[in-house]
């Protein structure tokens, strides 16, 4: 029972993890390079944007496959662990799987970062990326200082 009752802890402790860190993506939000102030910053050409364009595509169909990928998967655990007797054997392997489409979507989403690096060569990748971590921390402290506000009634 002892063992049950931890490895129920551990699931769901691994499960609620990685969501709370995947928020925060490595780039901006979206087509940022659409936006004339970061398009402009970063010197983009046509080309550029184009094959931004097209990548973009790519990735978001894989990150949706993938993404779909894991939520069943998760689904199929919960629902074996709603049981009232679960084989932990088959729950862990269920765990397994759960565990490597995560790994997938983080990969593809790496893949993607890659290929963003291809397309803006090393330096306005730094500086895509330094502005990124700008924009995320600017982002945190506004809703921290609005969170810390009370209610308006």
Not at 84 to 112: N, P, W
Request: positive net charge; hydrophobic residues 35%.
């Amino acid at each position: 029972m002892k063992n049950k009752a931890w490895l129920y802890a551990v699931v769901i402790a691994l499960l609620l993890c990685p969501v709370a860190a995947s928020a925060r993506s490595d780039t901006p939000p979206g087509r940022w390079w659409h936006l004339p102030k970061i398009s402009d910053n970063l010197g983009l050409s046509q080309a550029e944007k184009d094959a931004l364009d097209t990548l973009y595509v790519q990735s978001r169909r894989a990150l949706m496959e993938t993404k779909n990928e894991l939520e069943k998967e998760r689904f199929e655990l919960d629902t074996m662990l709603d049981k009232k007797d679960t084989k932990d054997r088959a729950a862990i392997e269920q765990f397994k799987k759960v565990d490597r489409s995560r790994g997938k979507l983080s990969m593809e989403r790496f893949r993607y970062l890659l290929e963003v690096r291809k397309i803006l060569g090393y330096e306005r990748y730094q500086k895509l990326m330094t502005s990124a971590r700008e924009y995320h921390d600017r982002k945190g402290r506004d809703r921290g200082a609005r969170d810390a506000l009370p209610p308006i009634e």
